[in-house]
Each structure stands twice: as structure tokens, then as C-alpha cells.
């Protein structure tokens, strides 16, 4: 089902969308979409796809619980803003406080993100979200996470070029962040530890990212050729000994 | 021989079914309230000031010491130290001494200041995981930056700029003279100010040769009665400061007992032991705004321009006039104390009614330097009654660069604020120069406590900042429009340039 | 000393673009563009700036003024006629808009500074400066708006297109145009309240509530500057013309000093680098802007974006042949160029700085 956006005011947009939804339509496409806040906001269900064609606004797929969004386009700020379940995925770059407390599902970002990706994403048994970029991402990546993973690819970083910014990690207290390739202590939370991934995590980093190069069309053994850096919380209360009882 | 009048303040007592007759109490009691009595402990209660030394250190909590029961008649009008301090005067002819800040019940207008935070329209900043800055530069700044550009486009500094000191965080440490206070003490001073990264001064009794590893940490003070001023010292530290006057005692010198001036100090002043210390009344080098410039540049030629220099002055009733002089003086810094401040000995009649809070001096000397143009032209140190962050957060925002902290330090080392420096008997080893006394300062481990008390300070100052949605301190210095006053008539909020909460 | 004043908040959107080769774009653009974002304002305010619209009288100061009472009007005539040789007078051109009710007496003037009014310690720009602090500050019911050459701002009470089509946009022609959308939270009624905030040729559009503007406004003063309109924007414009007009830094220094490199980049600097940065946050620490901020400054020499040095405000640029885009939101810019050749997002507190072609 086709839905046309030009011109569409969000409100009116997003209504045909929840009716379609409602309605059964498992394959919708938004064509000419423009800056339309709150694409996708609280819509359920699994298997139903919509496909955006232009730059969706801000906080789209918020609260979302099931379905799948692709964005032929770059994404603005507060996508995936506590998404439930489902999958986003952005052919383009996308903006600022990605994925801020997140509880499940994909955000798989083609190009670059923006600062504060993953603030506070949480993780609880198999209730895990994931967000990946292939491209760079600002200061404070991952910020207070609690659980779920991160991956940060840089695959279109020139040579040297630092894929992220300061304040990696600042907070965490949960969940794992892979970064392909070097990662500068000086730019990382102080709660924060720098490993290298062993087996088990390469498989598990494996099966992320052969689904989101399944889904952009990427070949995984490029995107492996390169090693890991993984951090991890190293305190669980990083912060106890600030207070006084 | 009649028995005193003036009655005994507090009781001590000794719970003898408690007591294991440690004999602790003796040991650790700098007045002699404690002897033993064969079987037991004697206790003259008369010396007792409650300073509470030999209450935490009983090991069976035996010791209780508690206000005399036997209170002259109440009276709202007749207080209990104006009986005593009549009584007193009537037996002996003397001006009742007191160290220590004014302890009367002036209003404490922090008290009546409320700080902002954002709601919705502003975020807040978390402190502990995103950058919060708290460096602070004392000195003169330029008014305007010369900068230019040189052919490969890297920017070139073409304004000479003035010394300044650099302060991890807006906090010093007071004026605290060897010989009002221990050796120990001043260690310990010193070694938190080096750890932390602030300074600490060495008030005007010259500087030990023992503190000359923490110099980098050090202002050295220049006062009336020249102590242990020589070119050596006055090249020690990170500045020099040049004492007018101290908030607890406005016009008048210093007056530190023969009973302080044991060898060391002695020597470190170069005045003979045992005598009494004076500090001339004024500076007798300054009559006038102009002999202050003399000093000032004096100090500046002496130490070839490479040190701050500061100007401590008490806060009186023309306070913002006299620092707007002194700032035209070349003063690089301008150090109020208010009158709640601490002293090692002051006459009460001094201390309890002379000079206006800290609060009204920084916002009016704030203010008088903007109106003037030339608040660049020297920082604000504030002191004399900052107990918390929380004041401190206030005298900044009211205008000050940073703040200066005496008897807040000292309560770190044991100090229960008892009042009774100027006997020279303090049991916690700080306000005394009695070698039992001072051993027991271990400026390692009171270090550390002065430490914790700094980094504590520090990290309630950046909550603070966090709350207010900036994450600089120069973003809150002088930023009075975060600042609402409760329960203060118009006159006072329009004197302090802040609105009444509410508005 | 005034501080019983209410200060005011906004929220708000903002858009932006500029001809490198002076290209002038009439200003249907700019109101598309901001009207894609009027859910970022609340239809309470809505203003443009714009360069090069007045090519017949290029060096004439272009007043535009914004009068409440027909008093005020006389008055403040009465103060530019004794100080200024007036060119022309005449009413803003306006469009009657079915939304917008009432408006003030809006007047635009074209003036130079009579000869013997500028002397060697008060140049033009310093008189003209005076003028506009007396006239905003002591001239009940006055407000100049916009005081540059070849430029203008246009605002008011009303959302993008309201006031897009009140001014009549789409006769004029600028080689930059910025444009805001706004959300007041109080003192809505005011179009003097509306953005841009304009001094000469200094405009600024603003996004964000400077938390830092109670020590920005006294520093402020310190120079003479009178902040009359309560609002931080206003100190923003007045900063720059400090610290570039009045201090002559480049504007890339500038921005260093409002959005300053945190001590902890500074120490990691080269020994000159640190001299510099270091002498900057000491000497302009009252002017930097802390708290949440994007902004778009327009001069006669080009366009500036910034965003505040943690970047809680967004911005977004882009650009396709000679034109310049920058915008909040990157839909705002795709509205009127739909094929942007590079679209990125500013790091935080590092400015875009466009300039013509030479």
C-alpha cells in the first residue's frame, strides 16, 4: 500500500498509517516524505513493514513494538526513542539521541550517527536491543548504557581518522559496545574497560552483523577484516564511593 | 580570694561505673580539666571548653559534657555572655578576648538564597558523566584579547598577559599564621592544597622551611608586623598577599600570646621567644589608597612582576569604594573578609559588632567593579563564613572568583569551633604550639580528611553547576540571575541584584 | 542596577542559506523552509533576516522600527532627525493576513550619521550603536529591529508563513536569508520578542535557552551594552559585536571564546595553541555561552552556524553548488533543495563558516 507524504501534515500522515496497520496491511510505502514527526510511534505488530522514501523527522519509531521501518533516506534526531521491538533500518546517516532507552529490537544505521547514540539502552534476559553504524558516531556513544549492545563500524573513516567521539561510554553500567578498530583511552568513560573480544564474542559479533549486512547489503567478511575493541563496564557502581551515608 | 563570678559554661562529667581508668582523658585534655585522684579521675570543671577532645577519645563513652544546668536567669535581653563577660570585666579590668568567627545571631543572608536549577526549557548537565569545569584563574585579566592570525593561519597571542594563579577548583584555604596555628597544621594545609590542586597562605608568620616542598601551592602574606618577610619568601610562593585587615577583627593588629612564640616560631619570625607577637594596627607603610599602590608595586618589582599580587582586606560599611582603590591600585586580587570570619584572637566587643557579612560585600564590590568597567581588572576572593558548597556556590554567583575557607579546614583537624585559640592550649593539636599537642596533628592523616572535605566540595559544586545546566564555573560567577532571595526585604534584594523568589 | 526583570524563554526552529556568489534568492525559500518546522515553534513568533535587499541604497544604516504609540513615533523621529541625514522615510510594505490581528507601526528608515555626530574616539558604527541603546532603552514604545546597510529583519507575532506573507517576503531578494519559527513560554504578545536579533549588520537566529545568561548580560553591560529585551539571543547578537567589531577577533576566534574547547582539549594542545585558548577562556569567561544553544549569525560577509559545546541543540548543513544550507532539521533544508550535494552534522561547538567568494 502506497501512502503519499508531500505535503502531509505528521498528524494526518500518521493516522492513515495506524489505520493501515490496523487494517491488516502488512507492506506499506511512504513516498515523498519530508521531516513528518513520530513515523511509526507506538504501532505494533510483527511483520508489518513500511518503507519511507525521503527524510522522516524526529522521534520517529518511538515506542515502537514489532515492526520494521527502512528509511531510503538519512533519519533526523530521537529515533527508536524506547522502542519495544522491531527493526529500523536507515540507508543514510542518521541524527542525534538515537535509540535513548531502548528495550529491544535493531536500528541498523547505514552511514554516520550523531552524539548521545544508546543513552541509557537497557537489556534484560533475552530482551537485548542492538544498535549498529557502519559509519562514525559523536561524543558520548553509549552513554549511561545499562544493557544491549552497540557497534560502531567507521567503514567509511579515512585512514586514522578516530570513528568516534570523547565520552565513550561515559555511565555505562551495562550492556556490551564493539568498535571497530583502535579505541583512545583518553576518550573513554572512566567506568569503562577496554578489551579484546575473545571467541565466543566474535560469534556473537558475528551474528549481529551478518544480519545487518543481510539487511544493507554488505559483505560480512569486509566488514570482519578489521579487529575489535570491546568494552564492557568495569564497576557496577562506579559512583559509590561519591556519596557519604 | 572570692570565687569568680563568671560562671562555669559547661559541666564535665565521668561516668565512674563506666570508666576504666584509661586515664586517657588526662592525656588528651590541653586544659587540665583531668588529674588523677589515685582511684579515680578528678575533674575541674572551671577549665573545661567543651572542645570535645577527651570526648572522642574515651574509648567506653564515659565522658558527657553538657551546659552548665545552673544558667543565670533567663533572659532574653541579658544573654548569658553579657553576664559573664560583665562579671568578668568587673573582676579583672580586661577586654574579653574570643577566637574563632562571630557566633551571635546575626542574619546569615546565604541562608535566605535559593539557587536555580532547569526544568524543561534548559536541560540539566550530569556532573559525573559529561565534562564539568571548575579551573579557576586568580589575577587581572586583559579586557579585551589582541589575536592574530599568522601566515599559515595559527593564532598568534599579541596581549601580554598578567600572572595569574591557577586553582583546580575555586577554593583556598585562609590566612593561618605559624604560630596562631601548629607546624602540623599548616602541613596539613599544605599538603591537601598540593593534592588538590588550590592553595593554601601562610597568613603573616613567615614560612617554616618545612613548607618549602608545597611552595607551588603557597601565597605568602605580607602584614604590619613583617614576620619572616625576606626576598626568599616572598619569591616562594604562586603570590603574594599583603594583609589590611581580617574580617573578625576590622582595624585592628594581630596579638598572638608570648605563650605561642616557642623557639621555631620564634625563629621564623625573628622575635624573641616568648614574647608577644604584635601586628601593628595598620600597615605603617599605608596611610592612603596611594602608599597601597607603593606597597603594591613595591611587592611587584621585588618579585619581577611574576607574581599575582593580592590584597586581604576586612569588609566594612565603604567596602566596595575601597576595593574599586584597590583594584585601581594594581592589586591583581582582592580578598574580602567578612565579619562572621575566623580569628586565632580577637576582642569580643570587636568581633561581635563590627564590619557587614561577606554576602553584601561581594555584591558590592562585584557590582562597583562593573559599574566601574574594571571588574577584569583584579579577581574576588570571598571569605569568612563559607560552611558548604552550597555557600560557596552563593558567593560565587554573587560574584565571587573563588572562595577562601580558615575554620571550615580546621574543623577537618578535630576543631569543634570551641573558641579558645588564643590560650594556645588546643587539644587537637591546632591552635597551640605545646609539643604534646602538636605531635598528636598527623598532617598525613588530616591531610587526607582535608582532602576528602575538598573533593567532597568539589563534586557537590559540579551537582550544582549540573543542576543549573552549565558546565563551567565561569557560567555561574557573577550570574546573579540564578540566584532568588527568600524572606529578604527589598532594600537587601536590590542591594544583592537578585529578584525575591517567585519572580 | 536593573535586575528585576523577567527574563525570556523560547524554544524554537531556525533555517538558513546563502549564494557564495551573491546569487539573491527572493523569500518565498526561506519561508518554505521554516515552515516545514512550525511544530517546533507555537505560531507565537516567526522572523527573517536578510542580505543584500537594499541594493539601491547599499550605504545607508536601514532602520527598521517598530513603534506602539504615535508619541513614540514623534519622539524617536524627533532624535534621529537631530542626529541623522534621512534619506527616506517611509512604512514597512506589509500584506493584510487574515491571522494577524493587530500589529504595531512599523517604519523603515534609511539614514547616515550627520558628519559633525562622529568623532575619532566615537566611529559611525559606535554612534549608530548609541542611537539604537538610547531610542530601545529610554524611547517608551520604540524599538529599532534591524539597524544595518543593504539588510533587514522582519518579524513578528505569527507563525513562518504568517509573517512571511505580512512582510510581503517574496518582493524582496537577499544572497543569505536566515529565518526562525518560535515557541515563547512567556511574554508572547511582543514582536520586538520575535527572532532574529539584529545590531548593524550582526543578526542572529537562536535555538536553545543560554543558561549562562545572567553573567552574559552583566558582562555585557560592562561595555555599555543595555539589554532591554530580556531574552538571551539578544545577548548572543551583542557578544559578537563585541568581540569582533569592538575587539576585532576573526570570527572563528569568536566562536572559540563563546563556545570555548574545554580545558581538558586545551591541555592536550601544542604550547602556542595553549597560550591562546587558555588566555581566551580567561579573559572571556564571562562570554562563554553555556547551556543548550544552536544559532545561526548573518553578516554582510557571510553566514556562521554554531551549536553549543556539548551539542544539545541540533544542527544540520548542507550544500549544493554555490548555495550554503543549515538548518535543525535536515528536512528543512531538503524542502527547498532536494538533492543537497553533502549533508553533515556540525560537531559540537565547531562553527560553519561561510563567506562569498572573492
Redesign the interface.
Known amino acids: 500500500m502506497k501512502i503519499e507524504a508531500k505535503g502531509v501534515y505528521y498528524k494526518e500522515l500518521n493516522e492513515k498509517v495506524r489505520e493501515a496497520v490496523k487494517g491488516g496491511e502488512k507492506d506499506i510505502v511512504l513516498d515523498n516524505v519530508n521531516g513528518q514527526y513520530f513515523i511509526g510511534d507506538g504501532i505494533k505488530g510483527k511483520g508489518v513493514s513500511i518503507t519511507i522514501n525521503g527524510v522522516p523527522g524526529n522521534d520517529m519509531a518511538a515506542f515502537m513494538d514489532g515492526p520494521t521501518i527502512r528509511v531510503n533516506s538519512n533519519a533526523q534526531d530521537n529515533i527508536c526513542n524506547t522502542m519495544n521491538s522491531g527493526k529500523v533500518i536507515v540507508e543514510g546517516n542518521a541524527g542525534d539521541v538515537l535509540g535513548y532507552g531502548m528495550r529491544g529490537g535493531r536500528l541498523f544505521v547505514r552511514g554516520n550517527v550523531g552524539y548521545r547514540i544508546g543513552i541509557h539502552m537497557k537489556g534484560h534476559g533475552k530482551l537485548s536491543p542492538v544498535i549498529i553504524s557502519g559509519g562514525k558516531a559523536g561524543d558520548f556513544f553509549g552513554e549511561y548504557m545499562a544493557g544491549g549492545v552497540l557497534i560502531l563500524l567507521g567503514l567509511n573513516a579515512k585512514n586514522g581518522e578516530a570513528i568516534v567521539g570523547d565520552y565513550l561510554g561515559t555511565g555505562m553500567h551495562g550492556g556490551v559496545i564493539y568498535i571497530r578498530g583502535e579505541v583512545d583511552p583518553e576518550n573513554v568513560g572512566k567506568e569503562v574497560g577496554i578489551l579484546d573480544p575473545d571467541e565466543k564474542d566474535m560469534k556473537q559479533l558475528r551474528g549481529y552483523l551478518e544480519e545487518y549486512c543481510k539487511d544493507l547489503d554488505l559483505d560480512i567478511e569486509d566488514v570482519m577484516s578489521k579487529p575489535f575493541k570491546k568494552l564492557l563496564p568495569v564497576s557496577a557502581r562506579p559512583y559509590g564511593n561519591l556519596y557519604a551515608y | 580570694m572570692f570565687k569568680s563570678q563568671a560562671l562555669t559554661e559547661y559541666i564535665a562529667k565521668i561516668d565512674t561505673n563506666k570508666c576504666i581508668r584509661c586515664k586517657r582523658c588526662i592525656q588528651n585534655c590541653g586544659w587540665g580539666v583531668y588529674s588523677w585522684g589515685g582511684d579515680k579521675v578528678n575533674i575541674d570543671t572551671n577549665k573545661c571548653v567543651k572542645c570535645l577532645r577527651c570526648y572522642h577519645y574515651c574509648p567506653v563513652e564515659a565522658i558527657d559534657i553538657v551546659d552548665n544546668p545552673t544558667f543565670y536567669k533567663r533572659n532574653h535581653n541579658w544573654s548569658f555572655q553579657h553576664i559573664k563577660n560583665i562579671k568578668k570585666q568587673a573582676e579583672t579590668g580586661g577586654i574579653p578576648l574570643t577566637g574563632m568567627g562571630c557566633d551571635l545571631d546575626y542574619p546569615v543572608l546565604f541562608d535566605n538564597l535559593l539557587l536555580d536549577a532547569c526544568q524543561v526549557t534548559n536541560p540539566s548537565i550530569d556532573p559525573l558523566r559529561e565534562p564539568m569545569e571548575l579551573r579557576t584563574f586568580l589575577g587581572k585579566k586583559p579586557s579585551r584579547l589582541d589575536i592574530k592570525r599568522d601566515k599559515k593561519g595559527k593564532l598568534k597571542l599579541k596581549t601580554k598577559m598578567t600572572p595569574q594563579i591557577e586553582l583546580r577548583s575555586p577554593f583556598m584555604f585562609s590566612p593561618m599564621s605559624f604560630g596562631s596555628i601548629s607546624l602540623n597544621a599548616q602541613k596539613v594545609l599544605a599538603m591537601a592544597a598540593k593534592e588538590c590542586g588550590i592553595v593554601m597562605n601562610t597568613g603573616e608568620g613567615g614560612l617554616h622551611e618545612d613548607l618549602y616542598p608545597y611552595k607551588t601551592n603557597v601565597m605568602v602574606q605580607v602584614a604590619s608586623g613583617r614576620f619572616g618577610v625576606n626576598p626568599e619568601y616572598l619569591n616562594a610562593g604562586v603570590a603574594v598577599e599583603i594583609k589590611i585587615g581580617q574580617g573578625a577583627k576590622p582595624g585592628i593588629g594581630g596579638h598572638l600570646p608570648g605563650e605561642k612564640i616557642p623557639l621555631q616560631v620564634a625563629k621564623t619570625r625573628m622575635i624573641p621567644i616568648g614574647t608577644d607577637a604584635l601586628s601593628p594596627a595598620p600597615q605603617h607603610d599605608i596611610y592612603s589608597i596611594e602608599d597601597l599602590r607603593q606597597l603594591i608595586y613595591a611587592l611587584k618589582e621585588a618579585t619581577e612582576y611574576k607574581k599575582p599580587i593580592s590584597v586581604k582586606i576586612a569588609t566594612v560599611h565603604n567596602v566596595a569604594a575601597i576595593a574599586s582603590g584597590i583594584a585601581r591600585a594594581g592589586a591583581d586580587i582582592i580578598y574580602l573578609d567578612g565579619f562572621r570570619g575566623g580569628t586565632g584572637a580577637a576582642p569580643t566587643v570587636i568581633r561581635d559588632h563590627m564590619g557587614i557579612p561577606i554576602e553584601h560585600a561581594v555584591a558590592a564590590v562585584d557590582d562597583r567593579l562593573r559599574e566601574e568597567g574594571i571588574r577584569n581588572e583584579a579577581s574576588i576572593v570571598a571569605a569568612g563564613g563559607i560552611r558548604s558548597a552550597g555557600d560557596a556556590a552563593k558567593a560565587i554567583a554573587l560574584g565571587a572568583d573563588a572562595c577562601a575557607i580558615g575554620t571550615t579546614a580546621l574543623m577537618t583537624m578535630g576543631c569543634t569551633v570551641c573558641g579558645k585559640c588564643y590560650t594556645g592550649n588546643c587539644s587537637w593539636g591546632i591552635t597551640t604550639q605545646r609539643p604534646e599537642l602538636t605531635a598528636r596533628l598527623d598532617p598525613e592523616v588530616y591531610g587526607q580528611r582535608l582532602m576528602n572535605l575538598i573533593r567532597a566540595w568539589n563534586h557537590e559544586l559540579m551537582e550544582i553547576l549540573g543542576a543549573l545546566g552549565v558546565n563551567s564555573i565561569e557560567s555561574l560567577r557573577g550570574s546573579r540571575e540564578r540566584l532568588r532571595g527568600v524572606g529578604l526585604d527589598s532594600a537587601t534584594l536590590d542591594m544583592l541584584g537578585v529578584k525575591p523568589a517567585g519572580r | ?1 536593573n ?2 526583570y ?2 525570556d ?3 524554537c526552529g531556525l533555517t538558513g542559506l546563502i549564494s557564495k556568489k551573491k546569487n539573491r534568492l527572493d523569500g518565498s525559500h526561506i519561508k518554505k523552509s521554516l515552515s ?2 512550525n ?1 517546533r515553534g507555537n505560531g507565537l513568533g516567526a522572523g527573517y533576516a536578510a542580505y543584500g535587499i537594499y541594493p539601491e541604497l547599499p550605504e545607508h544604516y536601514a532602520f527598521h522600527v517598530m513603534y506602539d504609540y504615535s508619541s513614540s513615533r514623534m519622539e524617536a523621529e524627533e532624535l534621529l532627525k537631530a542626529n541623522y541625514e534621512i534619506e527616506k522615510i517611509e512604512e514597512m510594505p506589509t500584506a493584510p493576513v487574515k491571522e494577524i490581528t493587530v500589529s504595531p507601526l512599523l517604519m523603515r528608515y534609511f539614514v547616515k550619521p550627520k558628519k559633525d555626530k562622529v568623532r575619532a574616539d566615537l566611529s559611525e558604527e559606535d554612534f549608530v550603536v548609541k542611537t539604537i541603546m538610547q531610542i530601545n532603552s529610554e524611547v517608551e514604545g520604540a524599538y529599532i529591529f534591524s539597524s544595518g546597510k543593504n539588510m533587514g529583519a522582519f518579524k513578528g507575532v505569527g507563525n513562518p508563513a504568517e509573517i512571511a506573507d505580512f512582510f510581503k517576503l517574496e518582493e524582496y531578494e537577499g544572497f543569505t536569508w536566515t529565518g526562525h519559527t518560535r515557541f515563547p ?1 512567556n511574554t508572547p504578545g511582543w514582536w520586538g520578542g520575535a527572532h532574529p536579533f539584529t545590531l548593524l549588520d550582526w543578526s542572529i537566529v537562536h535555538n ?2 543560554i ?5 552574559n ?3 555585557l ?3 555599555g551594552y543595555k539589554l532591554t529585551l530580556l531574552t538571551d539571543t539578544e545577548v548572543v547578537a551583542y557578544l559578537f559585536d563585541l568581540l569582533l567589531r ?5 570570527i572563528e ?1 569568536a566562536c572559540s571564546a563563546l563556545a ?1 574547547p ?3 582539549d586545551i591541555d592536550k594542545m601544542d604550547e ?2 595553549r ?2 585558548y587558555t ?8 562570554a ?1 555561552l ?3 544553544f544552536s544559532l545561526l549569525f548573518g553578516h554582510k560577509n557571510g553566514l556562521v552556524g554554531i551549536n553549543d ?4 541543540r ?1 544542527l ?1 548543513a548542507a550544500t549544493k553548488d554555490d548555495m550554503v544550507y543549515m538548518a535543525s ?4 533544508i ?2 527547498i533543495c532536494a538533492e543537497p550535494e553533502h ?1 553533515w ?1 556540525p ?2 561547538g565547531e562553527p560553519v563558516i561561510v563567506e562569498f567568494d572573492k
Open positions: 542596577m535586575h528585576d523577567q527574563k524563554i523560547a524554544g516545514l518546522m511544530d513560554t536553545g535557552e543558561s549562562s545568561y545572567g553573567i548580560k552583566r558582562y553591560e560592562m561595555f569592538k575587539h576585532g577577533l576573526d576566534t570555548a574545554f580545558w581538558k602556542g595553541d597560550e591562546v588566555a581566551i577562556r580567561m579573559a572571556y569567561g564571562s562563554l553555556n547551556g543548550p559545546r556539548i551539542k544539545l541540533p544540520v532539521e535536515e528536512s528543512a531538503r524542502e549533508v552534522s560537531k559540537a
